[in-house]
Structure formats: structure tokens, C-alpha cells
């Protein structure tokens, strides 16, 4: 069941850029909440933008407007560098995201966290930003220092694994159950419990089509893109190339 006090909140806010001609930003988003902004955002007749601070971000912010859309450096997200020394232990996401939430933060105040290599990279609120750069010591038992980013121009290449496998069709249900390991009949029923989400969407039909690029979430399991679809093999499947994200 959807939180009620969540959609209230969001419909005021979408409610008043349309009134104000303002530009009204919401916290971070999960893709279940972002989905239900999106419905608001159709329902009241105010345009939207999503933004994570990086593309490809699985955890948003929505942007209600009314003329104008708010400009790349408009957005309240400042990107935050965590660094430690390798040699004494590398904290992984569940540590940093740990630690973040010892300091008594929110988690919607939160964006993604981005592993690198000897770093990590975070998307806060400006406020939170400053805080955590100020205050975060350690994660997972590793000595940690922070830095406001300028840019994230550094931002490592996604963690992950290209696999190349073959569907019956390029439908939904074919990519979701070739993805996550599944069969036909559970990624079916995933689909129709709406935890896959299309391109950021919650998407109930089994029969989508899914073009080339596009990314699949499966909640609770992870994501993956369709990086290529690279033709018909001799015995009527398509041959794809997936990309993984993760470990």
C-alpha cells in the first residue's frame, strides 16, 4: 500500500509549482515513489524532471515546474567524495549507507552511492552534504575523509558484467526472465505485481516492447540495460548483449 502521507505531501508540492509557476523539488525518490510522482504529476497537469546527479541514477529527485525546467546546476544535489587508504580495508555500500544512517540521517535526504576504487562518491542534499563532509570519520571499520565534489566528472564506470544470451522475442517478460535468471512464468509474475520497472516506469504489460538501450529493474533483485540486440539466430531467437550491474 502506498504511503498516504507521501502522496499528500507530493501532490501539495506538485499543486503549488502549478499555482506559483515555481520550480518545487521533492527528496531523493526510490522507484516505487517515483513512479506514483510521476502519476501526480499527469493527475494535477504540472510538468516534471528527474534528476540523481549522474546519469543512469537509480535515486531521484522530481522537479514540478511550470514554464521552465530548473537548469542542471539548479538542482539541490551536491556530490560528495568519501576517501579512505586501501591498504587498511575498502567499506562497501552497505557500510557507507550504515554509517550515513548513524549520523541520524533520512534515508530520502540520501541519493546513490557510487563504489570506486580506494572512494566512494555520494549524492546528498546540500545541507546533508555539508554535514556528512564534516562528520563522517568511518564506515565498516575503516577510517574514512570526506570532500564537497566539484564535479563528478571522475565517476567510475558502472560495476558490473556483460553477458550475451538469446530470447524468443523482445518482449518484457523474455528480457526480465533472461536477466534475472528467471522463468518465463516468474518474471510474468513479476511483472504483474509491478516490481519491474521499464526505463524507470512501473511497467504491468508482459508484452512491452523493450528497445535497445533500455533498463529493467526488477525490485529486490537489481537492474540490468539491453546494451545490444545483435540480430536472429538460425533458430528464430534474438541474440542479445546485457549489461549487469553489480558485483
Same mark, same amino acid.
Given at each position: ?30 522507484? /516505487?515513489?517515483?513512479?506514483?510522482? =510521476? +502519476?501526480?504529476? *499527469?493527475? @494535477?497537469?504540472? $510538468? ?6 549522474? #546519469? ?97 566528472? /571522475?565517476?567510475?564506470?558502472?560495476? =558490473? +558484467?556483460?553477458? *550475451?544470451? @538469446?530470447?524468443? $522475442? ?6 526480465? #526472465? ?70
Amino acid at each position: 500500500m502506498e504511503d498516504e502521507f507521501f502522496l499528500r505531501r507530493v501532490r501539495e508540492l506538485a499543486l503549488r509549482a502549478l499555482h506559483r509557476g515555481d520550480v518545487v523539488y521533492t527528496h531523493f525518490l526510490d522507484l /516505487a515513489q517515483a513512479q506514483a510522482v =510521476g +502519476r501526480i504529476a *499527469r493527475e @494535477t497537469g504540472v $510538468s516534471l524532471a528527474m534528476n540523481g546527479g549522474y #546519469a543512469d541514477a537509480e535515486r531521484r529527485m522530481a522537479a514540478f515546474y511550470g514554464a521552465d525546467a530548473p537548469a542542471e546546476g539548479d538542482w539541490p544535489i551536491c556530490p560528495v567524495r568519501i576517501v579512505w587508504r586501501p591498504q587498511f580495508g575498502s567499506p562497501g555500500h552497505r557500510d557507507i549507507l550504515g554509517a550515513l544512517m548513524g549520523l541520524g540521517f533520512e534515508r530520502e535526504r540520501i541519493g546513490d552511492i557510487v563504489l570506486d576504487e580506494g572512494c566512494a562518491w555520494l549524492f546528498a542534499e546540500p545541507e546533508m552534504a555539508s554535514y556528512i563532509a564534516g562528520s563522517l570519520e568511518s564506515a565498516g571499520r575503516v577510517n574514512v575523509r570526506c570532500e564537497i565534489a566539484k564535479d563528478v566528472s /571522475a565517476l567510475p564506470e558502472p560495476e =558490473g +558484467r556483460h553477458v *550475451r544470451d @538469446t530470447v524468443p $522475442s523482445m518482449r518484457l517478460d523474455a528480457l526480465v #526472465a533472461a536477466g534475472f535468471s528467471l522463468s518465463r512464468a516468474e518474471a510474468a509474475r513479476a511483472i504483474g505485481q509491478g516490481k519491474v520497472y521499464l526505463n524507470q516506469a512501473q511497467t504491468l504489460r508482459t508484452d512491452a516492447a523493450v528497445p535497445e538501450n533500455a533498463l529493467i529493474s526488477l525490485r529486490g533483485k537489481g537492474r540490468f540495460r539491453l546494451e545490444a540486440v545483435e540480430g536472429e539466430t538460425r533458430k528464430g531467437r534474438w541474440a542479445v548483449r546485457l549489461f549487469l550491474y553489480g558485483d
